[in-house]
Every structure is written in C-alpha cells, then in structure tokens.
C-alpha cells in the first residue's frame, strides 16, 4: 500500500502564490505515476497535473503555464506549485499515486492511492 498526505493549502489572494507538498510512504512501485487532482462538492475529480518516474509530465489546460509539478524520490515527495492563482483555482487538492498512468494521466479512476487532500481558496 501507498499513503499520501498533502500539506501547504490555505487561503490567498488573487495573484499570489501556493506550495502544495505530498509526503508518500509505502511501497515505491505503487507510486510510479503521482499527480495532482482537484474537486469541487458533488463534483468529479479533474486532473491539475500528474508526473511519472521518467519526468514525463501533463497538465490541465487550465494551469498550464501557472503550476508546476514536481517529484523528489528521496525525499518520496511530491510538489504543485501554483503561481497566479485565480479565484476559479479554490478547490480541494488530492495527491493520487498509481502503478502507470502512461496516456489515462487525466483518469482519476486509474489511480489507486489517494490523500485526504488539502483546501485551496483564492479570493
């Protein structure tokens, strides 16, 4: 099993920015692929921005250019950084690791593992 627990939401103004951490724990090979997934209530999870362990990496049209992902093995951590943030970015963010995700990257329902998340508000 893999666990994941997402840190670095809060509230911010429109423009500024935000860090979300992921420490994962637990086996390494369930968390090949890790990313970033986002929710609104009674809404479906939409990918944000997922990473596998070659550095290949997708993003949401919607973030590209603002978020970045990353990956730090040794530290088994992963990171968003989300730069410009806008009023329509406030959601709650999940980390989500899986085995592969190869081109389901945006699937939520390929990914096995997920965090409790962490709430993100931009006013």
């Known amino acids: 099993h893999v666990q994941l627990v997402e840190s670095g939401g809060g509230s911010v103004q429109a423009g500024e920015s935000l860090t979300l951490s992921c420490a994962a724990s637990?086996?390494?090979?369930?968390?090949?692929?890790m990313g970033w997934f986002r929710q609104a209530p009674a809404k479906e999870r939409k990918a944000v921005a997922v990473?596998?362990?070659?550095?290949?990496?997708n993003y949401a049209d919607s973030v590209r250019e603002r978020f970045t992902v990353s990956r730090d093995d040794e530290q088994a951590t992963l990171y968003l950084q989300m730069e410009n943030l806008k009023s329509e970015d406030s959601d709650m963010y999940y980390c989500?690791?899986?085995?592969?995700?190869?081109?389901?990257?945006?699937?939520?329902?390929?990914?096995?593992?997920w965090g409790l998340g962490t709430q993100v508000t931009v006013s």
């Open positions: 989500a690791a899986t085995y592969a995700c190869g081109s389901s990257w945006s699937n939520s329902r390929v990914f096995t593992y």
């Open positions: 637990g086996r390494t090979y369930g968390r090949n692929c």
């Open positions: 990473i596998d362990m070659d550095g290949k990496i």
